[in-house]
């Protein structure tokens, strides 16, 4: 398989056409808009069933919940300045986990706890969710469990309940330092508190450390946007993600009050993303995929040089598990046979899991057709190219017509952002930063009139 290779261009060698495009992220194939009620917990239960002993498994716990909203957020979560509710959440998400526990056979490879803020949680109650997760699901001895935090909620207490219960990464919002930037998104955190995290998590033996950062947010510019990026690698992580601010305010209400007028444009965006990337990988780390950036020698990295990084709604990961069972409000499930979500809403979440039943609001069953799509997006999205060999024998006849479809887009006006290579097609260099937009290309939902999306870059 071809390895993700990166090249920082100059953004003036970047195709203009694309750059406004509003397309999917791509986190999943067919993406989210498209699943529908026809999957239910009956055919979930039945997917579950399918499940063998020794199948490798990933848990993603969803925790709906903040002590503060920020305005740039897209997730599904909802603010609360009381721990009652959160209190309530935690006892139907037990119920969740013993009743999806008795129903799931595999061992677990990999946890991720999202969120809405996990680290808002007290320490008694993580300590016993990770010990109601190890009594219910049969845990690899190596098994990840990856934390995503806001600096702004910990304490001694909270990092030494994750470390208890097995944290070996963590991941710490910044989006950025600037004091300007981070009132206007409602997200105010200083350096020295980032700092002081990142230190606190590695002295309790955590060994991976990732920042997320934000460009397209309102009053960055390039400079600024570099600043962030120095000062973020002076605490040395081990990865980094590089995200675009998605605008989505039809999707999420409180967006509103961040005023379109602060936001640069797709030319501005653009522009604070590939300087922000040269400066990271000038700093020696590896650009992986679209949006990441990993040590050499860090485990992403590792498997990106293998032909082995994947994409799932965590983003880039070197988790190779097919099933990812998501627990928690709104939270996604891949099986090998399909999608499925849970209720969005927690109150009615509540109710179902607490009869004792499985959430399931809504998915999509594969189709052969699901699958090459899927495999042909994933393999643009990790490594900006796929094997014309490869897809036809994994995917036969359906394969083949993808091959014709991929045939006619390379030799097309749209040739500039997919190229034949030998067997394999390639995003030139100067697209990758539009490789949303060629991957479009290959979604037969995509213009259907269902969901709007973000900017390609």
């Known amino acids: 398989m071809t390895a993700p290779v990166a090249i920082i261009q100059p953004p003036h060698s970047v195709p203009a056409q694309g750059l406004g495009d509003n397309v999917p992220r791509y986190t999943s194939y067919p993406t989210a808009p498209h699943f529908h009620p026809g999957v239910d917990a009956v055919t979930v239960r039945g997917w579950m069933d399918a499940l063998e002993g020794d199948d490798e498994i990933s848990l993603y716990l969803h925790i709906p919940y903040c002590d503060r909203l920020c305005w740039f957020c897209a997730c599904h979560t909802k603010q609360t300045r ?14 969740e986990i013993e009743t999806v526990g008795g ?19 007290k320490p008694d109650d993580i300590l016993m969710l990770g010990k109601a997760l190890r009594e219910r699901f049969d845990f690899l001895a190596d098994a990840s469990i990856s934390v995503e935090i ?7 207490g909270r990092l030494d309940a994750f470390a208890a219960i097995g944290m070996t990464r963590a991941s710490l919002g910044v989006q950025d330092f600037d004091p300007k930037v981070q009132k206007a998104i409602n997200r105010e955190q200083s350096f020295a508190l980032t700092k002081s995290i990142v230190d606190a998590v590695r002295a309790r033996g955590v060994l991976s450390v990732n920042l997320d950062l934000l460009y397209g947010l309102p009053y960055q510019t390039s400079e600024s946007v570099a600043a962030t990026v120095s000062q973020a690698l002076t605490l040395a992580p081990d990865r980094l993600a590089l995200f675009g601010y998605a605008h989505v305010p039809w999707f999420k209400k409180h967006q509103t009050m961040i005023d379109e007028a602060w936001l640069p444009d797709s030319a501005a965006r653009l522009a604070q993303s590939r300087l922000a990337a040269q400066i990271i990988v000038d700093a020696g780390y590896e650009a992986l995929g679209l949006d990441h950036f990993a040590k050499p020698q860090d485990a992403l990295a590792v498997a990106a040089r293998a032909g082995k990084i994947r994409r799932n709604f965590q983003g880039y990961t070197e988790d190779q598990c097919e099933t990812l ?4 409000p709104s939270s996604i499930s891949r099986f090998r046979q399909g999608y499925a979500q849970n209720i969005v809403a927690t109150g009615e979440y509540q109710k179902a899991v607490d009869r004792g039943q499985l959430a399931i609001a809504r998915g999509i069953e594969f189709s052969l057709d699901d699958l090459a799509r899927g495999w042909i997006i994933e393999r643009l999205m990790c490594n900006f190219a796929f094997s014309a060999i490869d897809l036809v024998e994994r995917f036969g006849a359906v394969g083949q017509t993808l091959l014709c479809e991929a045939s006619r887009l390379a030799i097309s006006g749209a040739g500039r952002f997919l190229r034949l290579d030998g067997e394999s097609f390639v995003v030139p260099e100067e697209s ?9 290309k290959f979604d037969r939902y995509l213009g259907n009139g269902i969901g709007r999306h973000s900017l390609a870059v």
């Open 325 to 328: 069972i998501g627990l928690g």
């Open 82 to 95: 009381h721990y009652a509710p959160v209190a309530t959440f935690l006892r139907s998400l037990h119920k």
């Open 432 to 440: 990758r930063p539009l490789v949303r937009t060629v991957a479009a």
């Open 150 to 156: 806001d600096p702004n909620d910990m304490n001694e």
């Open 103 to 121: 129903l799931v056979n595999g061992r677990v490879r990999a946890v991720h706890f999202g969120g809405g803020s996990p680290t808002m949680l």
